[in-house]
């Protein structure tokens, strides 16, 4: 299975480009693992934020396959446990999907076409991250759940 975590924007921290680095490199031992990141919008200043939505939402889906089973990092998604997360993958790994994406939107969340198309919703915290910082907490947390699958000492419960 391949997993692609698309975010949109660029990061500004090398401190957060830093830490996803060391996580994509580690997944790469378990998993194909890759990156990739939509341009930001331009001239937002002349656009409402459902027309920046509308067009973040569409550099999305033009990187989504009919067969790719995607899962939206939401604030209103399904909070789990790095233990229930595990298990998701387990399930989605054992389900014969082939890529696994995970999104990041941009600042104003996902447009209804983005919605539509997910397959689910995945929430980190009730607590409202950047989508900047929320790339390398996503990112350690497929490591930990990997390393959970794989009953390896990373994870402490």
């Keep these: 299975m391949n997993i692609e975590l ?3 924007g660029k990061t500004d921290l090398k401190e957060v480009e830093a830490l996803v680095s060391i996580y994509s ?3 790469n031992h378990y998993v194909r693992f890759a990156i990739t990141t939509i341009a930001d919008v331009r001239n937002t200043r002349n656009l409402s934020e459902a027309e920046q939505r ?3 939402g569409e550099s999305i889906l033009r990187l989504v396959n009919d067969s790719d089973y995607v899962m939206l990092l939401d604030e209103r998604g399904l909070e789990l446990r790095s233990i229930e997360f595990a298990e998701v993958l387990q399930r989605r790994m054992s389900s014969g999907v082939k890529r696994l994406v995970f999104v990041i939107g941009g600042p104003y969340g996902f447009s209804e076409a983005v919605y539509s ?3 689910g919703k995945l929430s ?3 607590m409202t991250f950047s989508h900047q910082i929320v790339r390398a907490i996503f990112a350690e947390q497929l490591y930990r759940a990997f390393t959970i699958l794989r009953n390896e000492p990373y994870h402490h419960e």
């Design 117 to 119: 198309r997910a397959n």
């Design 25 to 27: 490199k580690r997944l």
């Design 6 to 8: 698309v975010v949109v």
């Design 54 to 56: 509308r067009l973040e």
């Design 124 to 126: 980190l915290s009730r």
